[in-house]
């Protein structure tokens, strides 16, 4: 890719981002970010088509930068370690707190909940049997990834640890259960 545009988006996300700390994304117009990454707005749609298609491009390169922090993700002899695997994910939000706080901030959270949740889960039915076809534990895995990404995103009143703890032990336990459903239903 030419250096120069390389540059370009980059000072293009730079601005959205700073305009995201400031304010929600449906007030931010191209001529304000334009001016803010000082190129013009031809410049801008030479590159998007508007801003939430930069939006979009940002969130994507942020969850794709969280799973890459969880080299877990990838099924080894063992299959797949859900409980390492949901801390992981956590410890790799929380070292981007603060961009995700700007990326996904004034209610835009659960974009970025159900997009790293989708990916975690499709890779959970790919490499694990207890998560193929089993739409009762999807269901859990989708109530304790929720409850987790909230806390990572804004669970201020509780020290991370006992965030990583409790989560890592409900996924333990979540685990267990449905490893227990599973042997049960076996012939």
Known sequence: MDLRVVKTKRSIKAAFLELRRKKPIEKITVKELADLAMINKGTFYLHYQDIYNLSDEIENEFIDDIIKDVP???????????????????????????EANALFSYGRDWILVTKVENILLK??????????DNPE?????R??????????????????ETILNTVTKMAEQLTKTYSNITEQRSP
């Not at 534990?137 to 895995?141: C, D, F, G, K, Y």
């Not at 109530?143 to 991370?160: A, N, P, V, W």
């Open 143 to 160: 109530i304790l990834s929720r409850g987790t990404f909230s806390l990572s995103l804004g669970g201020e009143k509780y020290d991370r």
């Open 123 to 132: 890779k959970f039915s790919e490499g694990s049997a207890l998560f193929a």
């Open 72 to 98: 877990e993700l990838e099924p080894g002899e063992e299959g797949l370690n859900y409980p390492l695997i949901t801390k992981k994910v956590m410890i790799a939000m929380y070292n981007r707190g603060e």
């Open 137 to 141: 534990l999807e269901i859990a895995v």
